[in-house]
């Protein structure tokens, strides 16, 4: 079996050390997941491992013939070349005859009549039979249109950079090697394509290494997850799920956090098991991973909270009314007669294929484009934050302090405290040593949360949120999807990942491409099951699962007696069940290796956390009921 072991690696870039003497070792076969704040050199990893970067100090052994392949979150593909060309670029003698054979496929088409060009083309068509370099090329174009490319023939330079990353990805993947290396590799992808990814990756024979912020992705392949933090690597056997169970227990254990920080754990492991619940999730052995466990309690030392909860701008009655818009660009309708009523506390989330107009129908919304025809009414008080898909221009030489201050010097958070502008860029995990830190220096994650930091501070009652979740680390995206549960104003979200839609959406805008836009209420894992049950034609959906309605208020529905009894004890019920699991937990601990007492405190926790997760959703019912 080929492994890659690596042991006492350091990187420092300038004063800042990324990670010191750390060591693992990946197997044939491993998938991991890479995690970590921006900013801890999870990129930079990457690319030591793939020997384009060089380490402080580093030990590394393998096989001689051990070969890896490296998808960059940023590639530099040679705009001249063609998406076949860019896809067999590559020292490896099959692919070299692949690309030699697309030239003289080319050369032909152009002069069919050429005796030479003839004679080329045929000579390498019998190298292709001989070596068996069918299946490579065959793979190649498969890879290419599950990835969303259909157009071989054209220039990279023609390319949008969501495509020309498609394309990269496709080249890594057909590329043989033990290891494969991939950054980001779903930023771009629509959810067809990230579920093929999934699919694929999980079937490799060889070790596979990744970075992502998709969390279901990230359940659904890994079997080990890899987290940097405090210039160390902590290593997880098991999925995203047996990650966040195994953190969640940490915490409390080590007693080193508060209930919000235990809830925000418990309630992530809920959305991952409901988002896995037509999967089949790998169980592990309890015991092992209560090994592990005390093991990471003896190394590991607090997690820092991330508190984004801000005062937000009073919301009047009206918020935002579109009347019958269309948008076109030429002779193609993107938008066609929509109408909508926005309310306060609506959470809709934009969806349909790349190209289908999501991003005009924001960008109509922001009053950064105008309809062709109709018509969108703001209210008096609405002010609008507009999370944009590709970062606005910032001065690098600017100071992260600086920068915030252009905005405010403090600011009110969600229970009246002023807090200073230092203060909430300690509370991004921006530490104080780091607010004099030009711009220019941080990394891509690590200015879209300063970002995001400056658009919060402004105090704004609607969020327009595109693509918020490229290139944010999942710390990051956790405490936006919790400011976002307590956030009384309007939130419109623009994404691919299938996680922070479930978390943060109730309702969906679906656009077709046609101008047509369908409103759906339910999450958008529920829209996905269904559409595949329509694929398919086999697997059959209940209607309350995702519920077609027309756009317009649902109807107010006010609690019963026995509701209101029951919305008055819920929570101390809820409190209750919660201390019951840290007790069991504790106890499970504490059996060490009586697997008779463990196994039947296992079956308890397993009816403990189904009553938690009972009674969570009831909350979430009676909470929405208590508002009328």
């Known amino acids: 079996m080929s492994q890659l072991i690596v042991e006492n690696l350091t990187k420092s870039v300038g004063e800042k050390t990324l990670f010191r003497d750390i060591s693992f070792t990946i197997l044939s076969g491993d998938k991991v997941g890479l995690i970590g704040i921006n900013g801890t050199g999870k990129s930079t990893l990457l690319s030591i491992i793939?020997?384009?970067?060089?380490?402080?100090?580093?030990?590394?052994?393998?096989?001689?013939?051990?070969?890896?392949?490296?998808?960059?979150?940023?590639?530099?593909?040679?705009?001249?070349?063609?998406?076949?060309?860019?896809?067999?670029?590559?020292?490896?003698?099959?692919?070299?005859?692949?690309?030699?054979?697309?030239?003289?496929?080319?050369?032909?088409?152009?002069?069919?009549?050429?005796?030479?060009?003839?004679?080329?083309?045929?000579?390498?068509?019998?190298?292709?039979?001989?070596?068996?370099?069918?299946?490579?090329?065959?793979?190649?174009?498969?890879?290419?249109?599950?990835?969303?490319?259909?157009?071989?023939?054209?220039?990279?330079?023609?390319?949008?950079?969501?495509q020309q990353k498609r394309v990269a990805l496709a080249k890594v993947i057909i590329e043989p090697s033990d290891l494969l290396l991939l950054d980001e590799p779903t930023n771009h992808l629509d959810v067809d394509s990230i579920t093929w990814l999934q699919e694929y990756l999980k079937g490799e024979q060889g070790a596979v290494m990744f970075i992502t912020h998709d969390r279901y992705f990230l359940d659904e392949v890994a079997t080990h997850i890899y987290e940097l933090a405090d210039r160390k690597l902590y290593t997880h056997t098991g999925n995203f799920a047996d990650y966040l169970e195994s953190k969640a227990l940490r915490e409390e254990m080590a007693e080193a956090t508060d209930s919000k920080m235990r809830n925000r754990y418990r309630t992530e492991l809920k959305w991952i098991r409901r988002g896995a619940k037509a999967r089949s999730t790998k169980q592990k052995a309890r015991i092992g991973r209560f090994e592990e466990l005390q093991e990471n309690l003896k190394k590991e030392g607090?997690?820092?909270?991330?508190?984004?909860?801000?005062?937000?701008?009073?919301?009047?009655?009206?918020?935002?009314?579109?009347?019958?818009?269309?948008?076109?660009?030429?002779?193609?309708?993107?938008?066609?007669?929509?109408?909508?009523?926005?309310?306060?506390?609506?959470?809709?989330?934009?969806?349909?294929?790349?190209?289908?107009?999501?991003?005009?129908l924001m960008k109509l919304f922001a009053k950064d484009l105008q309809p062709d025809n109709g018509t969108i009414e703001m209210g008096s008080t609405v002010k609008i934050a507009h999370f944009h898909q590709h970062l606005p221009k910032m001065d690098e030489n600017k100071r992260i302090i600086e920068y915030?201050?252009?905005?405010?010097?403090?600011i009110e958070d969600g229970s009246g405290v002023r807090i200073s502008a230092t203060q909430m860029l300690e509370r991004f995990l921006f530490p104080s040593s780091s607010h004099g830190t030009p711009i220019g220096k941080l990394s891509g994650g690590e200015r879209k949360r300063l970002y995001l930091l400056k658009l919060l501070m402004e105090q704004p009652n609607v969020l327009l949120l595109d693509e918020p979740t490229n290139d944010l680390d999942i710390e990051t995206l956790?405490?936006?999807e919790s400011f976002i549960d307590s956030f009384p104003g309007v939130v419109l979200t623009i994404s691919h990942d299938r996680f922070f839609l479930d978390r943060t959406s109730t309702k969906l805008w679906v656009l077709d491409?046609?101008?047509?836009?369908?409103?759906?209420?339910?999450?958008?894992?529920?829209?996905?099951?269904?559409?595949?049950?329509?694929?398919?034609?086999?697997?059959?959906?209940?209607?309350?699962?995702?519920?077609?309605?027309?756009?317009?208020?649902?109807?107010k529905k006010r609690m019963t007696y026995s509701e209101k009894k029951e919305w008055e004890s819920i929570e101390s019920n809820i409190a209750d069940v919660e201390a019951k699991i840290a007790s069991t937990e504790a106890q499970m601990v504490a059996s060490g290796s009586d697997y008779d007492r463990l196994?039947?405190?296992?079956?308890?926790?397993?009816?403990?956390?189904?009553?938690?997760?009972?009674?969570?959703?009831?909350?979430?019912y009676l909470q929405e009921l208590s508002r009328f």
């Open 302 to 360: 607090p997690t820092v909270d991330m508190d984004v909860s801000l005062k937000t701008s009073r919301l009047g009655k009206k918020v935002i009314e579109a009347d019958a818009i269309t948008k076109a660009y030429g002779e193609k309708k993107i938008i066609d007669r929509f109408s909508c009523i926005l309310q306060s506390g609506d959470r809709i989330a934009i969806v349909g294929p790349n190209g289908a107009g999501k991003s005009t």
């Open 513 to 555: 491409g046609s101008g047509t836009i369908e409103t759906l209420y339910g999450v958008y894992s529920d829209y996905l099951e269904m559409e595949n049950a329509r694929k398919n034609d086999s697997v059959s959906i209940k209607p309350s699962q995702v519920e077609h309605k027309p756009e317009q208020a649902a109807p």
């Open 50 to 162: 793939a020997g384009l970067e060089d380490a402080d100090a580093i030990t590394k052994e393998h096989p001689n013939k051990y070969s890896i392949s490296y998808l960059p979150q940023s590639p530099k593909l040679d705009p001249d070349k063609t998406v076949m060309e860019t896809v067999f670029m590559s020292d490896a003698p099959i692919i070299k005859l692949n690309l030699e054979y697309e030239h003289a496929l080319a050369q032909l088409a152009n002069d069919s009549s050429s005796a030479e060009n003839q004679e080329h083309f045929s000579r390498l068509q019998n190298e292709m039979d001989a070596r068996s370099a069918w299946d490579l090329n065959t793979k190649a174009r498969m890879v290419l249109t599950k990835l969303g490319i259909d157009s071989f023939d054209k220039k990279m330079g023609e390319l949008s950079g969501g």
């Open 599 to 620: 196994s039947e405190l296992t079956k308890q926790l397993d009816d403990l956390n189904a009553e938690y997760e009972r009674l969570f959703e009831r909350w979430e």
């Open 404 to 410: 915030i201050r252009e905005t405010s010097n403090d």
């Open 478 to 480: 956790s405490v936006l």
